[in-house]
């Protein structure tokens, strides 16, 4: 049978291109809808919520909706986790927000949306406090991050801020299902629910999973062994394995990973704790007093690499920790 | 030895540095200011090199002494005072202006032997009728401070990478010997711009060659520099106390960051104990944030970061066995190996960013492990299309593990 659902990411074929697609999130919307009936009363925006709660859909369909056809050309949509230096401020925001808009007099403003925003540094945020406030009338920012405390006072002053929730398990579930029906796939008994599961209220996580479950279903049917057979396809193994390793007292293999991580896939170290701490979760062979444990060897070390100078000691280190705690705790089954 | 072979003849041999070279050529033609001057700076960038050069340049006979030789104040002025004021007699005997007086490594006279040594030094500069020019290692300058008041002070840095890779292509190009520019990059990368070190280097690794492929670096042998790791790591691994391996430390002429990675790569092989390596990992990681707040400036804190070293060197004496160190520090040569990979990874994550509105970070955590697993079962996927991976592209995410 030939397979034509792998031609484009699911989740951009089916993110929502209006306000009114979005089918959660009603307060918000509905909000942010009187701001595109009166565009000049619409002030700075601020979006917090977690990974995959509709924030960049949601500023997309902004820009789409106050922007007209054109609206790509008045966008301009940066992550700071990419470019975080003051220097992508100072250089590109600064440019942009002064764009001029020409002979298109339909258009309020360009509207920059600034992805990860709770990633820049205090001074990047600080210039870029300056910038909101002299551009007011040529620009608008859409911010975007997961936690609105990272961001500075004075900028969370001068937006209006919405808080994403993470959606209900049903929510996702029936925006699954309609994907599934567009996509003439079969979700079987306990396989939405597996979806869910892993995906723990991220839309997009259980969107790519759905897609990549389709690939490795048959005759377009996906069950519950699909999805469990594809979330262990795609669990970062390198992270798990190392951690495993770890825990097994296998340090020098551990670290060797973890060199690995660093250097061909240019991660840094808070990445990797972070990742670390995610898949802790999932570990079945720990009590949860051991995972608290771990959890706070791994946070230790996340708070030392901000004052110390070298990523991969800090790592080896907690590397060590978790050698030693694993020796206490007797062996693991390796994967 | 290419380093005795290709020692600068004269100042314009030496590589980079040119500041205080100026500087240096100033100071000596017109001896203006202070009758002494002190070039600090790493080692193997030139420092003694530039002062030989220099006094065959302007014909002044030195007289030198170096760390090799115990520095009381005694001693001192036994073998240099004379010369300090029989220079005009030297002058009138030979073909020279007169001699000039060199001290090595002065920053290594601060050993309990060498009580009184800074004092002697400054004694004798102030009586000194001959120029007299010192040299050192430490940039921390507190322990020099003494002698700051009578000395004229010129800056050395690390030979900027490029430079060093230029020298050693000259001297391939001198001995016959076709070298890869990577190969090259390589040692001038892990010498930091120690050019001694570098020569040496490439030195050992050419012995018997006409050619020299990237490949050849891997078991990186380090002749001079390996030895003398060797004896220090020695040292401070099995010393019995603590004291011990910090006088181990103090003594080498190893740089801070050099150390803290050789300590770093090397910990695991010492200890085996699970307990005992955890306890010296996290002492080490301690001292790796007593790095991270020096930086460039907080020297003072640099007595807790060379305690710190010495802790977890020592937290099991007696477990101590000999074992093969690891060196030079992995993650150098590392970042060297997986450079080309880094880059396709990142290109590709960026690629990923763009097309789904996410970070490159987010594209590697989010989407990558999705596309993999999609690409490797369905090996005609339009994905890798419509992402606007290229081949190589995606024939790397399809051999990811």
Known sequence: MEK???????????????????????????????????????????????????????????ARQLLGPSWKTFTLELNASDERGIDMVRDRIKQFSRYSRGAFASIPYVIIILDECDQMTASAQTA??????????????????????????????????????????????????????????????????????????????????????????????????????????????????????????????AREMMYN????????????????????FKISHLSDADKAEIESIIGEYDFRILEGANDDIQLSAMLAQLSRFGKAKGKLNEQ | MWTEKYRPEDVAQIVGNEEAKVSFTRWLERKQGRKAALLYGPAGVGKTALVHAMSKKFQYEVIEMNASDTRTEKTILKIAGPSTTLA?????????????????????IFGKEDRGGVAAITKLVEQSQVPVVLTANDPDLQKLRPLKKVVHLI???????????????????????VAEHEALEIIAQNSQGDVRSAINDLQSLCKGKQVLKTEDIVQLPMRNRALDIHDTLTQIFSART?????????????????????????????????????????????????????????WGLLSYFFGLLAWSSTVAPETYQPFDFMYPPKRILAMFWTKNKRILMQTICAKIGKKCHVSKKSAYFEFMPFIKAIVKKEGKSRLPLWFGLDKKETDYIKALD
Not at chain 1, 261 to 280: A, F, M, N, P, V
Not at chain 2, 249 to 269: A, E, G, M, V
């Open chain 1, 4 to 62: 034509t659902n792998d031609s484009l990411m699911w989740a951009e074929k089916y993110r929502p291109q209006t306000l009114d697609e979005v089918a959660n999130l009603k307060d918000i919307i509905d909000s942010l809808k009187a701001f595109l009936r009166n565009p000049n009363t619409m002030p700075h925006l601020l979006f917090a919520g977690m990974p995959g709660t509709g924030k960049t859909t949601v500023s997309l369909c902004i």
């Open chain 1, 128 to 253: 870029l406090r300056r910038i909101m406030e002299t551009s007011s009338h040529t620009c608008r920012f859409i911010l975007i991050c997961n936690y609105s405390s990272k961001i500075i006072e004075p900028i969370q002053s001068r937006c209006a801020i919405f808080r994403f929730s993470v959606s209900q398990k049903e929510e996702i579930a029936r925006y699954l299902e309609s994907i599934a029906k567009k996509e003439h796939l079969n979700l079987l008994h306990g396989a939405t629910e597996a979806i869910l599961d892993y995906s723990q209220g991220d839309l997009r996580r259980a969107i790519n999973l759905l897609q990549t479950c389709a690939v490795y279903g048959s005759k377009g049917n996906v069950d519950e062994k699909t999805v469990l057979q594809v979330i262990g396809e795609v669990s970062p193994a390198q992270v798990q394995l190392m951690l495993v390793k770890a825990l097994n007292g296998n340090f020098i293999e």
């Open chain 1, 261 to 280: 991580l660093i250097t061909i896939y240019g991660l840094s170290g808070s990445d990797i704790l972070r990742q670390i701490h995610k898949e802790l």
């Open chain 2, 88 to 108: 005009s007699l030297e002058k009138f005997s030979r073909n020279t202006k007169g001699s000039l007086l060199l001290f090595d490594e002065v920053d290594g």
């Open chain 2, 155 to 177: 800056r050395f840095r690390r030979v900027r990478i490029p430079l060093v890779v230029a020298l050693l292509q000259k001297i391939c190009k001198n001995e016959g010997i």
């Open chain 2, 242 to 298: 603590t004291t011990e391996a910090l006088a181990a430390i103090k003594r080498s002429s190893f740089d801070y960051d050099t150390f803290l990675l050789t300590i770093h790569d090397n910990l695991p092989l010492r200890y085996s104990n699970p307990d005992e390596l955890s306890v010296a990992y996290d002492i080490l990681s301690k001292a790796d944030v007593f790095r991270g707040r020096i930086r460039q400036e907080n």
